[in-house]
């Protein structure tokens, strides 16, 4: 979508994930077990990122790190306290759902630029096996709980 919208995107990513977020439109993956990764987000932006989405726990220290002076952060991890808010503006938000904003969104899942990655499907008996496997931390893509027996019988899971 960052592209799509103009932006050069620089992400971070653990190594066997940088193909995949190649794929999906970032200009250069980092390693975000490499603890210089800010920097060089510096360095290769001239002074830092102008708009950050820090969309991980684990970096929001980074991304403010990695920003410009004056940059904006969203994020929708939710803190009492932000790193650096004498440099950045940080900009919390909650994943609620909007149906302008799907509207803007369908032309690019009309022509295939955006998509949606699936990681594994389970029915909802098998809910607490789904959050295990979130609470890994390093799942690709979404995990959908099937609720509807019916349309489960449909699906492959
Ligand atoms: N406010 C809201 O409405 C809302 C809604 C949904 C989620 N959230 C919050 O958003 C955050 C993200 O949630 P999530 O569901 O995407 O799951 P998550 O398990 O918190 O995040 C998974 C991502 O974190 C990356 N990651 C793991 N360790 C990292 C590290 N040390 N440094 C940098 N990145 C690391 C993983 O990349 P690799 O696999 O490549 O390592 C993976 O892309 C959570 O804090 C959640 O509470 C808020």
């Known amino acids: 979508m960052a592209r799509a919208l103009g932006a050069t995107v620089y992400a971070t990513a653990s190594p066997q994930r940088h193909e995949f977020v190649h794929k999906l439109g970032a200009a250069v993956v980092l390693d975000h077990n490499q603890p ?16 950050v989405l820090a969309i991980a726990e684990p970096t929001l220290e980074g991304g403010a790190a990695a920003a410009r002076d004056g940059a904006v952060i969203a994020t929708p991890v939710h803190r009492a306290e932000y790193p650096g808010t004498e440099r950045v503006r940080w900009q ?4 609620q759902p909007s149906g302008s904003g799907l509207i803007r969104l369908a ?18 008996q098998d809910a607490a096996a789904a959050h295990r496997e979130v609470e890994t931390g390093h799942t690709r893509g979404k995990l959908v709980l099937i609720v509807d027996d019916d349309l489960a019988a449909t699906i492959e899971v």
């Open 92 to 95: 919390p938000y909650n994943g």
């Open 107 to 124: 032309p690019w899942f009309d022509d295939g630029s955006l998509t949606v990655e699936i990681a594994r499907r389970y029915y909802w």
């Open 36 to 51: 210089g990764w800010p920097d060089r987000v510096r360095e290769l932006t001239g002074g830092g990122a102008s708009k």
